[in-house]
């Protein structure tokens, strides 16, 4: 009985900073840059978050 594709676990892409890239296909690469971009996106989200919190801080015990 073969396997079907939608029964075998489906790997996560993970990109580890620095790996060798020569063995990723075209399809891959871009798969990673998508994957990093959205991280690189929730990442300044996280930033623009905490300098807020930390300008209302601010405002708040200036006062």
């Known amino acids: ?4 594709d939608d029964d075998k676990p489906k790997t996560k892409v993970t990109h580890d900073i620095g790996q060798d890239l020569s063995l ?7 798969g990673r840059v998508a ?4 991280e690189i ?3 300044q ?4 978050m905490k300098r807020a919190t ?3 801080a ?3 015990f200036k006062a």
């Open 1 to 4: 009985m073969a396997i079907e």
């Open 24 to 30: 990723l296909s075209v399809e891959e690469l871009a």
């Open 35 to 38: 994957l990093l971009q959205e």
């Open 41 to 43: 996106a929730r990442l």
């Open 45 to 48: 989200a996280a930033m623009t």
């Open 54 to 56: 930390r300008e209302a």
């Open 58 to 60: 601010d405002r708040f």
